[in-house]
């Protein structure tokens, strides 16, 4: 109850001071410098409070769906694979794809073990584009309308949404901390 009462206390206090810096804004300021850091640190102050003062719920919710959103396409990578293994394409594109079809479940799971979201995006990008490389080699195999050709776009779909999460929470993390 304390840390609600305590969140509370400082969405007021942000909400106040977001108050303050439109007054400021409203005042005819002649020099168009200081207007304009007036008007960059409202929009600071904003991301700073959606980010650091949104509800533990909020937060607990928005890390609990990346996570199912991770184990969700590491399941599909897994499921690709095994669906890899089974087709019956010439040497050098079947050992191609079963290698490119492996890094992509290791690649997610060796990303999800990392602390940082920087190390975090590169092992997902390196995930979705080995990804884009399975699909590149079915379409050179002639498997276009296949069923691995449609895993590979479900999957290249859940790779594309754990990478786009990645990138809007470096962003957001990037604009509280200045």
């Known amino acids: 109850m304390d840390q609600l009462t305590n969140g509370a206390n400082y969405q007021s206090m942000s909400c106040r001071i977001l108050d303050a810096v439109r007054r400021l804004c409203n005042i005819k300021i002649k020099h168009k ?27 607990r919710s928005a890390t609990k769906e990346k996570r199912v959103t991770t184990f969700r396409t590491l399941d599909l990578s897994v499921e690709f694979y095994d669906l890899s293994e089974k087709l019956d394409l010439q040497g050098n594109l079947r050992d191609q794809l079963l290698r490119a079809a492996s890094s992509i479940s290791l690649n997610l799971s060796e990303g999800n073990a990392k602390r940082t979201e920087k190390e975090k995006k590169r092992y997902y990008h390196t995930a979705y584009a080995s ?33 786009q999460a ?9 604009g509280s901390s200045g």
């Open 131 to 163: 990804c884009q490389e399975c699909k590149t080699i079915l379409r050179l195999a002639k498997l276009n309308n296949s069923e691995i050709m449609e895993a590979a776009d479900k999957l290249g779909a859940w790779l594309y949404k754990l990478l």
């Open 166 to 174: 990645e990138i809007k929470g470096s962003r957001m993390n990037s």
């Open 33 to 59: 410098e200081i207007r304009g850091w007036i008007l960059k640190s409202s929009r600071s102050l904003r991301q700073i409070a959606r980010a650091r003062w949104a509800s533990p719920l909020q937060r």
